[in-house]
C-alpha cells in the first residue's frame, strides 16, 4: 500500500503530536485571514477552517497509531496460537519502537513453538525405532517364536542401552541448557587430556590412525570432565567417517588470550551450504542411515552447549577433509592451579534463531520419520548432527564459566533497558560517492554565483543542467527509456526559462521540469502511487541529506563526528538568536543603525552582486537538492502497491447511474450537433439567444464536466471490484462515456474557437484551449487503455507514465506555440488597433514585441514603452539573466525606438 508518513523521520511522538497541532493550527489560522479579507462570513470561514486543519491532521498524523490497531489485532491472534502475523512498522518512534519490538517477540514465540513441535516429533521418533525393535524380542520370546537365548537377549539389551544412551544425552542437554549441571573450573593440561581421548576414540575401529600435535605445558581453564566429552564427542565422529588408512589430528594451539582445538579427519568434508546444520539437534542429514549406525544425532548439540558454556565457540572450517574448531577462553601456562571456586549453576539465556520462513503453526507435528530430517548429503556431515539453534549476531554474550550468570545487556527490542530513540534517530542510507560531497558544493557555488539578478532566465538553466551532470554518475547504470524520456522532457521545461520571458509561463513550468526530472531519478511510475512518490522523492529526500553528506567526513580519531559539529550548529543557531534579538532591540532603539541594518538586508542588495546572505541560502538550498537528488539516484524508490480500495459492491449500484450519465450524454451531444450544426432558427425562438451569442458561452463548463468524467472513470473503474462479465459491462458502459465526452469537448473547442474569433486570445482563453485539447489526449489514452485492459485481462502499467510524459510533452509544447506573440497578433487582426485594450497588451511578455512593433504610431509607441517598462527592456540584462525573447523584443527596440512625446491615453 502506498504510505506517504511524512513525520515518520521524526523520533519522538510527543514531537509528532505537537508537529501536527501546530500545523493544524497555522492552518486555521491563514483560512480565516483569507476568508476575512475575501469577505467570507464567519461561519464559512470556521467550517472551511475545520475541514482544512482536520484534512492536514488526517495526512500528517498517517500511520502514527496503525500499528497500535494492528498490535491488538495480533495479540489476539498470538493468543489462539498462530504467530505469523507482523506488524507494519515505518516510525523510527516509540510506537515503531514498540511494533519492532513486537514482532520479534512474535518471532521469538514461532521459533520457540517451532522448535518445540520439533523436539516432540524427533524424540517420539528417536524412542519409538528402538521400542519397537525391544517389543519385537520380547514378544518373539513371549510367543515362542524366538528362544531366550544369548543372541536374543544380547539383542534386546542392545536396543535397552540405546534406549537409555538417548535419555542420558536427552537429560545432559537438558541440564546443560537449563543450568542445572554445574561447572568446575580448574587448570587443565590439554596434552594428557588429549591424549587420552584420542586412545579412547581409537579402540572403536581399527584402521584408523590417531595423532596427537598439542604442545607441552598448554593449558586452559576449563571443566576437566565436560572438556572431556567435547574431546570424546568430536574424536568418536572423526573416527567413525574417516576412510581406511586414514588419520585423525587432534591438535591445540594458543589463539588470542584462549586455545583453539581442532579435529581433523580426512573424509569427504562438509558443504558451505550445510554447516549451518551440523550442529542442529536431531538433524539426520543422511535419512538412509540407521540411527545404531551414528548415534541419536545430539553430540553435537551437547558439544556446543559445553562449548558456549565455557564461553567459546565451535564452527566448521575449510580445508581439507573435515575440520572442526573449537575455541575456549581462560589460556593458563602451567599446572599450578588456582584456589577451587565452589560450583555455580550456569543457567545462559536461551536465544533462538528466527528462520525466514515460519511454518503454519495450526500443522501438527506428526512424529516419525518425517520431514524434520533432510536429505542425505556426503558421509563426514552425515555424522555432523544436532540441533542447539546457532547463536545469531547481537544476541548476549555466554556467560563467563564458574561465575554467576548477570543479565546481560538485551538487543534491541526487548524490555531490558529500554533505551529513548532519538527525535532525529539516523535513517539507513547507501554508502556516499567520494565525488558526491564536492559535486554538490559545486553546484551550491554555481547557484550562489549564476541565480542572483538573473530572475528566470539563463542562470536558471545552468543550475538545473549541473544539477542532472551531478545526479548522473548515480543512475547511470540503470537508465532505461522510460526515464531518459521523462529526463529530455524534464530539461525542455526548464529550458523555457531561457527563450521564454513570460513570467506566468516560464514559473510553473520550472516546478513541473523539477517533478518530472524527480520521477526519472526514483525509477518509480509504473502505478499512479509511484508517480506520487517518485514525484515526491527529491523533496522526501531532503530528510536525510545532512547524514549523507557528512558521513565522507567521519572522523579516524578523536570525537565522534556528531560530538564535534552539534555543539557548533547549536553555538551557530544561540549566536543568531542572540544577534537578531540584541540587534532588533539596538535598530529600533537607534535610527542609524536601524538604516545601516536596512541597507544590508535590503531586497535590493539581496538582489545586486553583493548579496552576501542571499548566495550563501542559494549555496546551502541546491547543495541539499542536488545531495538529495544524488540520493534518490543511488537509492531508487520502491515502486509502491496502491491502496486495497476495491470494494464489492451489487451491479445495480453502478449500472444505473453510468446508464444514466450515457443517456444524458447522448442526448446533450445530439442537441450539440443539431444547433451547432444545423438550423438556428429553433435556437432563436427557444431561447432568444443569436447563434453567436450560444455558440460563444459555455466552453468553460464542458471543460470542467470533462473533468468530472475523468474522475467517474477512475472511481468506477479503480474503485469497484469486477467479477467475470461484469468487466465487460463496465467496458461497455464507460467507453461510450468517455467517447461522448470527446465530442462534448469537441463542442468546447468549437464554442472557444467562434469565441476567440471575435473577441481574440487571451492568456485565460490560450491556456483553456490548451487544456481542452490536453484533455481530448487524455480520453484517447483512456479509451486505448481500457481496451488493452480488457484483451488482456491485467493492469496497464505503462498508462500512469505515458499520462505523464504526455502531459509534460503539452507543457511544453504550449510554450513553444508562444501563448503572449499569439494573444497579440489575435488581439491585433481581430479587434484592430482602434479597439486594442492598451493596459492588457502592455503587461504581456518580451515575445510579443514583434507583432506590436507592427501597430501604427501613436498606439505602438504606447504600448510598447508599458511593455519595456514592465518587463525592464530598456537596460541590458547581465551575463546570468540572458533571454532569447529578451534579446530578439530590444533588436526590434533597437530598430524602431519608442517615441517619448506619443499622447497615450488609458484605452
Same mark, same amino acid.
Given at each position: 500500500m502506498l504510505r506517504l508518513r511524512p513525520l515518520d523521520f521524526l523520533g519522538r511522538i510527543k514531537v509528532k503530536l505537537g508537529l501536527v497541532i501546530l500545523l493544524a493550527v497555522v492552518v486555521a489560522f491563514v483560512v480565516n485571514e483569507v476568508g476575512i479579507n475575501s469577505g467570507y462570513s464567519r461561519d464559512v470561514r470556521v467550517a472551511v477552517a475545520a475541514v482544512l486543519a482536520l484534512v492536514i491532521m488526517q495526512l500528517l498524523a498517517r500511520g502514527m497509531t496503525k500499528p497500535l490497531r494492528e498490535m491488538a489485532a495480533a495479540a489476539q491472534t498470538i493468543a489462539k496460537g498462530r504467530y505469523g502475523l507482523r506488524v507494519t512498522a515505518t516510525s523510527r518512534d516509540e510506537v515503531g519502537e514498540l511494533a519492532r519490538a513486537f514482532n520479534a517477540m512474535a518471532?521469538?514465540?514461532?521459533?520457540?513453538?517451532?522448535?518445540?513441535?520439533?523436539?516432540?516429533?524427533?524424540?517420539?521418533?528417536?524412542?519409538?525405532?528402538?521400542?519397537?525393535?525391544?517389543?519385537?524380542?520380547?514378544?518373539?520370546?513371549?510367543?515362542?517364536?524366538?528362544?531366550?537365548?544369548?543372541?536374543?537377549?544380547?539383542?534386546?539389551?542392545?536396543?535397552?542401552?540405546?534406549?537409555?544412551?538417548?535419555?542420558?544425552?536427552?537429560?545432559?542437554?537438558?541440564?546443560?541448557?537449563?543450568?542445572?549441571?554445574?561447572?568446575?573450573?580448574?587448570?587443565?593440561?590439554?596434552?594428557?587430556?588429549?591424549?587420552?581421548?584420542?586412545?579412547?576414540?581409537?579402540?572403536?575401529?581399527?584402521?584408523?590412525?590417531?595423532?596427537?600435535?598439542?604442545?607441552?605445558?598448554?593449558?586452559?581453564?576449563?571443566?576437566?570432565?565436560?572438556?572431556?566429552?567435547?574431546?570424546?564427542?568430536?574424536?568418536?565422529?572423526?573416527?567413525?567417517?574417516?576412510?581406511?588408512?586414514?588419520?585423525?589430528?587432534?591438535?591445540?594451539?594458543?589463539?588470542?588470550?584462549?586455545?583453539?582445538?581442532?579435529?581433523?579427519?580426512?573424509?569427504?568434508?562438509?558443504?558451505?551450504?550445510?554447516?549451518?546444520?551440523?550442529?542442529?539437534?536431531?538433524?539426520?542429514?543422511?535419512?538412509?542411515?540407521?540411527?545404531?549406525?551414528?548415534?541419536?544425532?545430539?553430540?553435537?548439540?551437547?558439544?556446543?552447549?559445553?562449548?558456549?558454556?565455557?564461553?567459546?565457540?565451535?564452527?566448521?572450517?575449510?580445508?581439507?577433509?573435515?575440520?572442526?574448531?573449537?575455541?575456549?577462553?581462560?589460556?593458563?601456562?602451567?599446572?599450578?592451579?588456582?584456589?577451587?571456586?565452589?560450583? /555455580? @549453576? #550456569? %543457567? $545462559?539465556?536461551?536465544? +533462538?534463531?528466527? *528462520?525466514? =520462513?515460519?511454518? !503454519?503453526?495450526?500443522?501438527?507435528?506428526? &512424529?516419525?520419520?518425517?520431514?524434520?530430517?533432510?536429505?542425505?548429503?556426503?558421509?563426514?556431515?552425515?555424522?555432523?548432527?544436532?540441533? /542447539? @539453534? #546457532? %547463536? $545469531?549476531?547481537?544476541? +548476549?554474550?555466554? *556467560?563467563? =564459566?564458574?561465575? !554467576?550468570?548477570?543479565?546481560?545487556?538485551? &538487543?534491541?527490542?526487548?524490555?531490558?533497558?529500554?533505551?529513548?530513540?532519538?527525535?532525529?534517530?539516523?535513517?539507513?542510507?547507501?554508502?556516499? @560517492?567520494?565525488?558526491?560531497?564536492?559535486?554538490?558544493?559545486?553546484?551550491?557555488?554555481?547557484? !550562489?554565483?549564476?541565480?542572483?539578478?538573473?530572475?528566470?532566465?539563463?542562470?536558471?538553466v545552468l543550475v538545473a543542467a549541473a544539477m542532472g551532470a551531478a545526479a548522473l554518475p548515480a543512475v547511470r547504470r540503470r537508465v532505461t527509456p522510460w526515464p531518459a524520456v521523462l529526463g529530455l522532457i524534464a530539461y525542455g521545461l526548464v529550458a523555457v526559462a531561457a527563450f521564454r520571458d513570460a513570467d506566468w509561463l516560464a514559473g510553473p513550468l520550472l516546478p513541473a521540469g523539477f517533478l518530472l526530472a524527480a520521477l526519472a531519478l526514483s525509477g518509480a511510475g509504473r502505478g499512479w502511487a509511484g508517480v506520487l512518490r517518485g514525484g515526491a522523492s527529491v523533496v522526501l529526500g531532503l530528510l536525510p541529506v545532512p547524514w549523507f553528506l557528512a558521513a565522507p567526513l567521519r572522523p579516524g580519531r578523536g570525537l565522534p563526528l556528531r560530538r564535534r559539529v552539534v555543539p557548533v550548529l547549536a553555538g551557530v543557531a544561540l549566536s543568531a538568536v542572540l544577534v537578531a534579538v540584541f540587534g532588533a532591540l539596538f535598530a529600533s532603539a537607534d535610527a542609524v543603525f536601524a538604516e545601516a541594518v536596512a541597507r544590508v538586508f535590503s531586497v535590493r542588495d539581496l538582489l545586486g552582486a553583493g548579496a552576501l546572505p542571499l548566495r550563501i541560502l542559494l549555496f546551502g538550498v541546491f547543495a541539499a537538492v542536488t545531495a538529495s537528488a544524488v540520493l534518490v539516484g543511488l537509492r531508487p524508490v520502491a515502486e509502491p502497491e496502491g491502496p486495497a480500495t476495491r470494494l464489492s459492491v451489487s451491479r445495480g449500484v453502478w449500472v444505473l447511474p453510468l446508464v444514466a450519465l450515457d443517456l444524458l450524454f447522448g442526448v446533450f451531444v445530439a442537441m450539440q450537433l443539431t444547433v451547432l450544426f444545423g438550423s438556428s432558427r429553433w435556437l432563436v425562438s427557444a431561447t432568444g439567444l443569436t447563434y453567436a451569442q450560444y455558440a460563444r458561452s459555455g466552453f468553460f463548463q464542458l471543460a470542467a464536466v470533462s473533468v468530472f468524467v475523468l474522475a467517474i472513470v477512475a472511481v468506477a473503474s479503480g474503485a469497484i471490484r469486477l467479477r467475470g462479465g461484469e468487466r465487460w459491462l463496465m467496458a461497455g458502459l464507460l467507453g461510450p462515456l468517455c467517447a461522448l465526452t470527446m465530442v462534448v469537448l469537441v463542442s468546447a473547442l468549437h464554442r472557444l474557437d467562434l469565441y476567440v474569433g471575435a473577441y481574440g486570445f487571451t492568456r485565460l482563453r490560450a491556456s483553456v484551449e490548451a487544456a481542452i485539447w490536453w484533455l481530448g489526449a487524455v480520453f484517447a489514452l483512456v479509451l486505448v487503455a481500457g481496451a488493452v485492459r480488457l484483451v488482456r485481462r491485467r493492469a496497464v502499467r505503462w498508462l500512469p507514465r505515458t499520462l505523464v510524459a504526455m502531459t509534460g510533452a503539452a507543457l511544453l509544447a504550449f510554450a513553444v506555440w508562444n501563448p503572449d506573440l499569439r494573444v497579440a497578433e489575435t488581439q491585433i487582426a481581430v479587434r484592430g488597433p482602434d479597439r486594442i485594450d492598451h493596459r492588457y497588451l502592455g503587461g504581456l511578455g518580451a515575445e510579443a514585441v514583434p507583432a506590436l512593433d507592427r501597430l501604427p504610431e501613436p498606439v505602438r509607441s504606447c504600448v510598447l514603452r508599458n511593455v519595456t517598462e514592465r518587463n525592464d527592456l530598456a537596460a541590458p540584462d547581465p551575463w546570468n539573466g540572458w533571454n532569447l525573447a529578451r534579446e530578439r523584443a530590444r533588436e526590434v527596440l533597437a530598430r524602431h525606438p519608442v517615441r517619448a512625446s506619443s499622447d497615450c491615453r488609458t484605452r
Open positions: 518471532a521469538d514465540l514461532a521459533e520457540v513453538d517451532r522448535q518445540r513441535r520439533a523436539l516432540v516429533a524427533d524424540v517420539s521418533h528417536e524412542l519409538r525405532t528402538p521400542i519397537t525393535a525391544l517389543r519385537a524380542v520380547l514378544e518373539n520370546v513371549v510367543d515362542g517364536v524366538s528362544a531366550p537365548d544369548q543372541a536374543t537377549l544380547e539383542t534386546a539389551l542392545a536396543q535397552t542401552e540405546r534406549l537409555g544412551r538417548l535419555v542420558t544425552q536427552l537429560l545432559d542437554l537438558s541440564r546443560l541448557e537449563s543450568g542445572a549441571r554445574l561447572i568446575e573450573l580448574e587448570n587443565v593440561g590439554l596434552r594428557p587430556l588429549c591424549e587420552q581421548a584420542l586412545r579412547e576414540a581409537v579402540l572403536a575401529r581399527d584402521g584408523v590412525a590417531a595423532r596427537c600435535e598439542v604442545p607441552e605445558g598448554l593449558g586452559v581453564r576449563a571443566d576437566p570432565d565436560l572438556l572431556a566429552q567435547v574431546l570424546a564427542n568430536l574424536l568418536d565422529n572423526a573416527v567413525r567417517h574417516s576412510p581406511d588408512g586414514g588419520a585423525v589430528v587432534l591438535a591445540a594451539a594458543p589463539e588470542g588470550g584462549g586455545v583453539r582445538l581442532r579435529v581433523t579427519d580426512e573424509g569427504p568434508g562438509i558443504p558451505e551450504a550445510e554447516r549451518a546444520r551440523v550442529f542442529e539437534r536431531f538433524s539426520r542429514l543422511d535419512a538412509g542411515r540407521a540411527a545404531d549406525d551414528g548415534g541419536a544425532g545430539l553430540g553435537l548439540a551437547i558439544t556446543k552447549e559445553i562449548v558456549e558454556l565455557h564461553g567459546g565457540s565451535i564452527r566448521v572450517e575449510d580445508g581439507p577433509g573435515c575440520r572442526v574448531a573449537v575455541d575456549l577462553p581462560g589460556r593458563t601456562a602451567g599446572d599450578a592451579a588456582p584456589p577451587a571456586m565452589p560450583p /555455580v @549453576p #550456569v %543457567r $545462559p539465556p536461551p536465544v +533462538p534463531v528466527r *528462520p525466514p =520462513p515460519v511454518p !503454519a503453526p495450526s500443522e501438527p507435528a506428526i &512424529p516419525g520419520p518425517s520431514r524434520w530430517e533432510a536429505p542425505a548429503p556426503s558421509a563426514c556431515e552425515r555424522r555432523m548432527t544436532s540441533t /542447539v @539453534p #546457532v %547463536r $545469531p549476531s547481537g544476541a +548476549p554474550a555466554p *556467560p563467563v =564459566p564458574g561465575r !554467576a550468570v548477570e543479565p546481560s545487556p538485551a &538487543p534491541p527490542g526487548t524490555t531490558a533497558e529500554y533505551v529513548v530513540p532519538p527525535v532525529l534517530p539516523r535513517p539507513e542510507l547507501p554508502p556516499t @560517492p567520494r565525488w558526491a560531497l564536492p559535486a554538490c558544493a559545486a553546484v551550491g557555488l554555481l547557484a !550562489a554565483v549564476a541565480l542572483p539578478g538573473s530572475a528566470m532566465s539563463l542562470g536558471f
